[in-house]
C-alpha cells in the first residue's frame, strides 16, 4: 500500500509558467518536507511544515512556495519556473514521537522545463 | 553549519569483491541513515542508526556508526551486480522535526 504519494510522478512545464507539485500520504504524519534533487546530486531540503507550521530553509529560492491545507495533503508551488528548477522533487514524511522519527520518501515527481 | 562528506564518490568493482564507503560528518550527532538510490527513482532506506557503536546489517551490506570519530561506514561483501545504485548517507540534526543532511553519494558500479 503506498504511503507517500506524489502526483504527477512525471512534470513538463514552460519556463515562467506556474507549475504545482502534489504529495499525499496516509500515515497521519505531522511532518511533511519538500526536497529538490539535481541531476548527479544530493537530495537538498527546501522547507517543511510541522504540523501547521511552515519552515523555510535559509537558501530556498522565493520562486519556492509550499501550502499544506490539511495533514494529508502538501503542494509545492514553482511560482515561475526557471530551467535551473529541473529536477526531482521528493516528498518525505514523519511522525516526531519520542526520540526516533523516521522519514518515509515518496517515489518522486521528475519536473522538466522547457 | 553540518557538512557531511561521503568517500569514494565513484567506485567501481568487481563482483565477489568487498569495499567500505565512508561518511564523515563535521557536528555532533548520533543518528544516520544510509539510503540507496537506483537511476529515476526515489531514496530506499537502508539502514537507520540511532547510537554510537551501532551496527546493522541486511544481505551483503553491513552498516556502522561511530559518533566520537563523526564517521559511519557502509561495508559491501562479495558485491553482486544487483547493488549497482548510488548511495546516499544522511546526518540527522532536530530542529523542531528531524531534519537529514545528505552526503554526496557515492555511486557504485559492480561488474560481472
Known amino acids: 500500500d503506498a504511503m507517500v504519494i506524489q502526483n504527477p510522478r512525471y512534470q513538463v512545464t514552460q519556463f515562467g509558467k506556474p507549475v504545482t507539485l502534489s504529495c499525499s500520504q496516509t500515515?497521519?504524519?505531522?511532518?511533511m518536507y519538500w526536497y529538490q534533487q539535481k541531476s548527479s546530486q544530493a537530495p537538498k531540503l527546501l522547507f517543511h511544515y510541522y504540523d501547521k507550521d511552515f519552515n523555510n530553509e535559509a537558501d530556498t529560492p522565493d520562486n519556492f512556495q509550499s501550502r499544506r491545507p490539511n495533514t494529508s495533503f502538501c503542494f509545492l508551488d514553482i511560482r515561475s519556473p526557471g530551467l535551473g528548477d529541473a529536477a526531482m522533487y521528493l516528498c518525505?514524511?514523519?511522525?516526531?514521537?519520542?526520540?526516533?522519527?523516521?522519514?518515509?520518501f515518496g517515489p518522486g515527481t521528475r519536473l522538466t522545463v522547457t | 553549519e553540518l557538512k557531511v562528506e561521503q568517500n569514494p564518490l565513484f567506485l567501481s568493482m568487481q563482483e565477489g569483491k568487498n569495499y567500505t564507503i565512508y561518511c564523515n560528518y563535521s557536528?555532533?550527532?548520533?543518528?544516520l541513515y544510509w539510503y540507496r538510490q537506483d537511476p529515476g527513482k526515489s531514496l530506499e532506506s537502508l539502514f537507520v542508526l540511532l547510537s554510537n557503536g551501532a551496527v546493522k546489517q541486511e544481505g551483503r551490506l553491513m552498516a556502522s556508526l561511530d559518533t566520537k570519530a563523526r564517521l559511519s561506514t557502509l561495508h559491501i561483501t562479495a558485491a553482486v551486480h544487483d547493488l549497482s545504485a548510488t548511495y546516499f548517507c544522511a546526518v540527522v540534526i532536530i530542529q523542531g522535526a528531524q531534519k537529514l543532511v545528505f552526503g554526496q553519494g557515492t555511486r557504485l558500479t559492480i561488474n560481472p
Open positions: 557536528t555532533t550527532s548520533d543518528r
Open positions: 518525505a514524511t514523519s511522525r516526531v514521537l519520542g526520540a526516533f522519527h523516521e522519514q518515509y
Open positions: 500515515l497521519n504524519h505531522n511532518v
